[in-house]
């Protein structure tokens, strides 16, 4: 039996063609295709872009009748199930929850378009800050340029309505609201007093006059 060669040449060239048609056919499709966008991912981070808060807060969105809510996770990373490919478009606006920190820019709206938002948040002032009133024992009357030390290494004074404010640097405040300051106060005249502060409270200090 004599074989053509020329039929088996033509065959597998025809079967050749067809299977690089369907590569490019696939590779085209494969190119105009979206890539599937399983959930929203939110990084946080500091102002120098610094990964923070890992398992120390959280997250949350309103999503219409609804408020999401997730935990930060390693290396500031929050993952929104609820939100897929299908609320590309929607306009987010996205809270925190952590003690001492706040957004940078609290009234900033995020567009979602599948890609991974990063959320710049910062230190606020809450922890740091001590405030309150230095009053004589009666009440009566304000004691000014009382001399307000806290923690034995930071001095203030009261203004002349026995008023005193102060925001102390990141690296001096406490770690948590459950945490507390040491106020001595000491003035020309009054007894000295020693109180427990808690952060961003107000607090009235009555002294005793001298006797």
């Not at 499709?29 to 610094?50: A, H, M, W, Y």
């Not at 378009?113 to 009133?133: A, C, F």
């Not at 230095?134 to 009566?140: C, Q, T, Y």
């Amino acid at each position: 039996m004599k074989i053509n060669w020329n039929n088996i040449f033509r065959v597998d060239a025809i079967i050749g063609i067809i299977i690089a048609i369907g590569t490019v056919f696939i590779w085209i499709r494969s190119c105009n295709e979206k890539p599937q966008i399983e959930q929203l991912t939110i990084f946080v981070t500091d102002t120098l872009g610094n990964s923070v808060l890992e398992n120390q807060g959280r997250i949350n969105i309103p999503l219409g009748n609804r408020s999401l809510n997730e935990t930060i996770g390693v290396n500031g990373r929050t993952n929104f199930p609820d939100i897929t490919s299908n609320s590309i478009g929607d306009t987010l606006k996205i809270g925190l929850e952590a003690q001492g920190w706040e957004v940078v820019d609290k009234n900033k709206v995020f567009i979602f378009n599948g890609k991974p938002i990063i959320l710049e948040v910062k230190r606020d002032e809450s922890l740091g800050t001590i405030k309150g009133l230095v009053r004589s024992k009666s009440g009566e009357s304000f004691i000014a340029d009382a001399s307000i030390y806290i923690n034995a290494d930071t001095l203030i004074y009261t203004n002349s309505n026995g008023q005193f404010k102060t925001v102390l640097p990141y690296w001096y405040r406490v770690s948590s609201i459950s945490d507390y300051y040491n106020l001595t106060i000491k003035k020309s005249g009054f007894k000295s007093k020693t109180e427990i502060y808690y952060p961003n409270t107000m607090m009235e200090i009555r002294l005793e006059p001298l006797q």
